[in-house]
């Protein structure tokens, strides 16, 4: 399935994640904090440049897009936490810079970020609006020279610690989606702060805000894209490719749990036996390697066809909402196979199975994946 460079790719990635994360993820979950210090590690070995290439300051893979995929994998694997941190910084936060951003916004924000000296964050999702973008309050106002944005977000993954923010903003509510603009903001710039961080049940690790613009000035110079109403139709090209990767999340985080469930069956005795040799368990684990299979398959697939240059959006949601759902209930039934055990915070179960609704929700709800294809059949 995947091709000799994907596959090095994924047995340097792995080894890392075998050897520094994995031993980590517990106590980074414990924590709740941000993981600065083997952030910085994973970027200076240059995995945050991975989806772009060299001209500006990435790795200048032959595959990106599965590479990144597998790179998003392998991290979850170890953990999911830390894995939406690097998807978000050397994704989402990244790609609609990296698309649109000019020479002086390369340097200022997307180098230092790729390098991992800067930490970026996405911001569509407010309090009143999430799966309906169209209807989002924060407004950007034209001065001279400029903007001023005004309003608040919600979710923020990165939101406290982040350098840098795009922000999708209004600039006229009574034109819908064809209003909104992608503006790139510095969190140095008066006006900005942090409302509160959130405390969440899911990805521990992953640091999750709310945040205020109040009289935010953001210079001509930070709004990405080639015109009015260009703006969203940018962010929404990056949600689109982001959808791959959080189905690559998803997998990784339901294949730990099914390796440790199977280690679990072998090794678990009762009645005599270990439980794996009731039937029960095997059809349980027989199950969930056929949704994972299924899951990594289709996820690779529609992550070939990026790299190609095919269109994705069908594919994309379809990837994320076969993984998410899919990996959801591998962790469900793998909770089930440790028993007491599963529930007892001292092994890694119910975070495998907590982190598992991160890809049902972030990025668009598996409800709005549905719709999203609905639509493309004309329905
Ligand atoms: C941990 C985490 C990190 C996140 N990180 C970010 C981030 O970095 N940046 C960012 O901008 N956002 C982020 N999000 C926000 C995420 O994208 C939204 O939570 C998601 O899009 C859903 O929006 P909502 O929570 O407002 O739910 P709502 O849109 O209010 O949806 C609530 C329910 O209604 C259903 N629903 C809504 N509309 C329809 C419809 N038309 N048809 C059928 N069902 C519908 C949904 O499926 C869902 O079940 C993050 C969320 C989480 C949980």
Same mark, same amino acid.
């Given at each position: 399935m995947l091709d000799q460079d994907a596959q090095e790719f994924r047995r340097h990635i792995a080894r890392w994640v075998d050897e520094r994360l994995v031993p980590q993820a517990e106590s980074l979950d414990r924590k709740g904090e941000f993981p600065h210090e083997l952030f910085h590690e994973l970027a200076s070995l240059g &995995? %945050? *440049?991975? %989806? &772009?290439?060299?001209? !500006?300051?990435?790795?200048?893979?032959?595959n990106p897009y599965t590479c990144f995929a597998v790179l998003c994998e392998e991290l979850s694997r170890g953990s999911m936490g830390f894995a939406a941190g690097v998807c978000m910084q050397g994704s989402t936060a990244t790609y609609t810079l990296y698309e649109w951003g000019d020479k002086a916004l390369h340097e200022r924000f997307l180098l230092p970020a790729l390098r991992g000296e800067r930490i970026g964050a996405f911001a569509i999702t407010e309090p009143n609006s999430g799966s309906d973008a169209?209807? %989002?309050?924060t407004r950007a106002t034209n001065v001279e020279g400029g903007y001023v944005i005004n309003g608040s977000k919600i @979710? $923020? $993954?990165?939101?406290?610690?982040?350098? @840098?923010i795009t922000v999708v903003a209004t600039t006229?509510?009574?034109?819908?989606?064809? *209003?909104l603009e992608l503006f790139v903001v510095d $969190?140095?710039?008066?006006?900005?702060?942090?409302?509160r961080k959130l405390d969440k049940f $899911? !990805?521990?690790c992953s640091d999750t805000a709310e945040l205020v613009f109040d009289n935010v000035f953001v210079p001509e110079e930070c709004r990405l894209g080639?015109?009015?109403? *260009?703006g969203f139709l940018n962010a929404y090209k990056s949600l689109t490719v982001d959808r791959v990767f959080t189905a690559a999340l998803a997998v990784g985080n339901g294949q730990a749990a099914y390796d440790a469930a199977l280690r679990y069956a072998k090794e678990r005795v009762q009645f005599g036996q270990p !439980?794996?040799? @009731?039937q029960a368990v095997q059809f349980k684990l027989v199950d969930m390697l056929a949704v994972l299979e299924q899951a990594r398959l289709y996820t690779y697939y529609v992550a070939g066809r990026a790299d190609r240059g095919e269109p994705i959006t069908t594919e994309a949601a379809l990837a994320k909402l076969v993984a998410a759902d899919g990996c959801n209930d591998v962790c469900q039934k793998a909770l089930n196979i440790f028993g007491g055990y599963g529930l007892m915070?001292? &092994?890694?179960m119910q975070r495998f199975l907590r982190d598992s609704y991160f890809p049902i929700i972030g990025g668009g709800t598996s409800d709005i994946m549905r719709l999203i294809v609905a639509r493309q059949l004309g329905l």
């Open positions: &995995y %945050l *440049g991975a %989806l &772009y290439p060299e001209s !500006i300051g990435g790795s200048g893979l032959a169209a209807s %989002l309050r @979710f $923020t $993954t990165h939101g406290t610690v982040a350098d @840098f006229d509510p009574a034109r819908g989606l064809k *209003g $969190t140095k710039t008066k006006g900005f702060s942090v409302g $899911t !990805i521990h080639d015109g009015e109403g *260009g !439980i794996g040799k @009731f915070n001292e &092994y890694p």
